[in-house]
């Protein structure tokens, strides 16, 4: 299988007044294509940061990273178009509707307006297209951030925590969403601190601890192997 993501050695160090810290320390990660990986660590563990340098975003002090065979960041351009991405939580108008929302972030896009049903559609949200935002669940609302990061087509879709404070009901839905994306040839890569979320919605996982990865592999072997690990007790 084809790697849609690679990163290698990644190195990234804040430096403020309080002094130097280390968000990664010579990470790594493999995405196959078609996959929902998980990206799972404990809180302060790296994954934003990875997240963000991935999208051009944060500056990383050393290590590689490609994105559809691309070196990034020098050649992120070329592959901007072909990645969707929520890395921050996601602010919309209460007042606008959800077609609404879309199409105005579609025609700044300079996407077709067609293209907002044939989203709000995948993301299962056609019926109440119609209705302002602030009449939403959480869960909804999330499920339009994802509308909106499909707007473009991206073959892949990178989610910071995109299932962070639904309750079940909102993780199955979310499974069921990225499942209909993964059978779509879309790959998805989405962060989470919780182990349970990335059993329920991810095929493979990468688990990063103290910016380095402890864990890469199927869900199953993974979780199989570390049953009983520190990398359990720390996450
Ligand atoms: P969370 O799940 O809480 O969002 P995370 O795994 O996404 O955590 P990061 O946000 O990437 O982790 O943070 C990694 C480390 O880098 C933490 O120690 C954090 O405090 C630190 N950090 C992140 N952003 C900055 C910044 N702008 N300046 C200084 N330190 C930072």
Same mark, same amino acid.
Request: one cysteine or more; hydrophobic letters at 45%.
């Given at each position: 299988? !084809? +790697? @849609? %993501? =690679?990163?290698? *050695? /990644? ?5 403020? &007044? ?98 907002? !049903? +044939? @989203? %709000? =559609?995948?993301? *299962? /949200? ?5 209705? &302002? ?101 720390? %996450?």
């Amino acid at each position: 299988m !084809d +790697a @849609v %993501l =690679e990163i290698a *050695g /990644l190195q990234k160090t804040y430096r403020s &007044r309080k002094g130097v810290r280390r968000a990664l320390d010579g990470f790594d990660m493999v995405v196959e294509a078609g996959q929902v990986h998980g990206f799972l660590g404990p809180n302060g563990s790296g994954k934003t940061t990875t997240l963000r340098t991935l999208l051009g975003l944060i500056r990383p002090n050393g290590g590689r990273m490609s994105i559809l065979g691309q070196e990034v960041p020098a050649h992120l351009p070329a592959v901007a178009g072909q990645v969707g991405a929520i890395v921050e939580s996601p602010q919309f108008f209460g007042n606008f509707t959800a077609r609404d929302t879309l199409s105005l972030l579609a025609d700044a896009g300079g996407v077709r307006r067609e293209r907002v !049903d +044939a @989203v %709000l =559609e995948l993301v *299962g /949200l056609r019926d109440r297209a119609k209705d &302002r935002v602030r009449t939403y669940s959480l869960g909804m609302k999330q499920r339009l951030a994802v509308a909106s990061a499909l707007l473009k087509e991206p073959r892949l879709l990178i989610l910071d925590e995109p299932a962070n404070g639904l309750d079940p009901g909102g993780i199955r839905e979310m499974r069921t969403l990225m499942r209909t994306l993964s059978e779509s040839g879309m790959t998805v890569v989405l962060s989470s601190h919780i182990l349970g979320e990335i059993q329920l919605i991810c095929d493979s996982v990468t688990i990063i601890a103290a910016g380095r990865r402890v864990a890469a592999g199927s869900v199953a072997d993974v979780l199989a192997t570390h049953t009983s690990s520190s990398v359990k007790v720390r %996450l």
